[in-house]
């Protein structure tokens, strides 16, 4: 697409770029349509176009999503109610809570630039977890540990290099969160040499006791 | 094609502001096709090339094509690695849990090693040789440090890898390494007063290139 029509329509800007791995020539028929009559005639097929080549991308991301949501609301909850945390652990549960927060705002924001609806946030119950920080730590474990094994386990499926870039990057920051909580815990950083992959199937069935809706 | 030096800072830019970071994940630059169009549609210059999954040329020349290159690329750093560690434990440095870390993560990268040179073979080729290597082991502060350095190098070139993998078992162990090396990189960041995330919420990827100049001062032949 010229440089021409994406001043025509800079708000299909974006989504040119996108989509240009999977349907050029429907994007392009697209976009030269949206130069002609107007983004708004041609947004409703660009969506569609989107739903078709990465509705598989668009259902990974929210599964992460939710994986992050769960993370973040555990995080933010803990800097209320735990008591008895040292100030490293402290400033630790604050960086992890911001950073799981930004994971959150940026699948949202993707998920959404892609076409798709990022779930909500589910409602969460974490039981008696922040009663102790060795509770509080012993679950945070569990869950960034698990996450490190979702994002492995889902990203070989994730069509988009470009996500498949970011997502790994997400897991990297998951796999530091475990290392560092784990230290605290007084265990090795490491779970193996090779950490677990899990499906979503396996993943799901790990985190759904603190979901409640 | 060479990689502009300027790269990883460029990255770090866009890990760093939320705006630049939404149009990186919206819109990648893993793919060349979508660097030139971003080039195209008047974005600055920071969004340039295929970098970020990026095997140069030049670099991948060394160790071949494909995911047989990328896996001996990773075995020769994985051989740096377990040297490093193997030479760190000698120097009697370290004693009680710093030690049981370091050997830990020693062991680690020893099996790391052994699964790459099985997926050379399995992949029908060649297991890069290890490369002789030394390295400065002056004090505990400095050896600690290097670690760090080396781990966070490590995880980012995997990173870096990610995306140009093309077999799906290739890359699920590749993921599952990357990781682990995160893992030992904020083990060591935590001894070292170094942030656990020094890139941010999102890890920033390392070209063939980066990681190679980098450790290229270890490499004795």
């Known amino acids: ?213 | 094609m060479s990689i502009p030096v300027k790269r990883r800072s460029a990255l770090r830019r866009i890990a760093d502001d939320p705006v630049s970071r939404r149009r990186f994940l919206a819109i990648g630059g893993g793919t060349t096709g979508a660097g030139l169009l971003l080039a195209a549609c008047g974005d600055d210059e920071e969004t340039s090339t295929s970098a970020e999954t990026g095997t140069s040329d030049a670099a991948a020349s060394q160790f071949g094509d494909g995911d047989l290159g990328i896996v001996n690329y990773a075995l020769t750093l994985e051989y740096l690695e377990t040297a490093f560690y193997e030479d760190v434990v000698k120097s009697g440095l370290f004693k009680g849990d710093d030690l049981a870390l370091i050997e830990e993560i020693g062991s680690n990268e020893q099996e790391h090693v052994d699964a790459l040179v099985a997926a050379a073979k399995d992949l029908g080729g060649k297991p890069a040789e290890a490369p002789k290597a030394e390295f400065p082991l002056d004090d505990a502060k400095s050896v600690l440090e290097l670690a760090a350095t080396v781990e966070n190098l490590g995880a980012a070139a995997y990173l870096g890898q990610a995306g140009a993998i093309e077999s799906p078992d290739i890359l699920a162990a590749a993921l599952s390494i990357h990781t682990v090396e995160g893992r030992h990189a904020a083990a060591l960041n935590t001894l070292t007063d170094q942030p656990i995330t020094p890139d941010g919420a999102f890890a920033v990827p390392a070209t063939m290139e980066e990681v190679l100049a980098d450790v290229q001062p270890f490499i004795k032949s």
């Open chain 1, 1 to 213: 697409m010229s440089k021409i029509q994406t001043q025509a329509a800079p708000e299909l800007a974006a989504v040119e770029v996108e989509e240009i791995n999977r349907s050029t020539l429907l994007m392009k028929g697209l976009l030269a349509a949206g130069a002609v009559y107007g983004a708004a005639s041609v947004g409703p097929l660009v969506s569609r176009a989107f739903a078709q080549g990465s509705s598989g991308d668009i259902d990974i991301l929210n599964f992460a999503l939710t994986l992050e949501y769960l993370e973040a609301a555990f995080y933010d909850e803990a800097t209320k109610q735990v008591k008895g945390l040292d100030s490293t652990q402290s400033d630790l549960v604050e960086l992890i809570g911001a950073e799981e927060q930004e994971h959150v705002d940026a699948l949202s924001t993707t998920i959404s630039d892609l076409g798709g609806t990022p779930v909500k946030a589910p409602k969460v119950d974490f039981g008696d977890a922040f009663s102790s920080p060795e509770t509080f730590l012993e679950l945070g474990v569990t869950f960034e540990d698990t996450g490190v094994s979702a994002y492995n386990g889902a990203a070989p499926m994730i069509e988009a290099k470009d996500l498949l870039a970011t997502a790994g990057g997400i897991a990297q920051v998951e796999a530091r969160h475990a290392a560092a909580i784990r230290l605290q815990q007084g265990e090795s950083p490491v779970v193996a040499a090779f950490d677990e992959t899990l499906t979503e199937d396996e993943v799901l069935k790990a985190v759904m006791p603190f979901i409640k809706s």
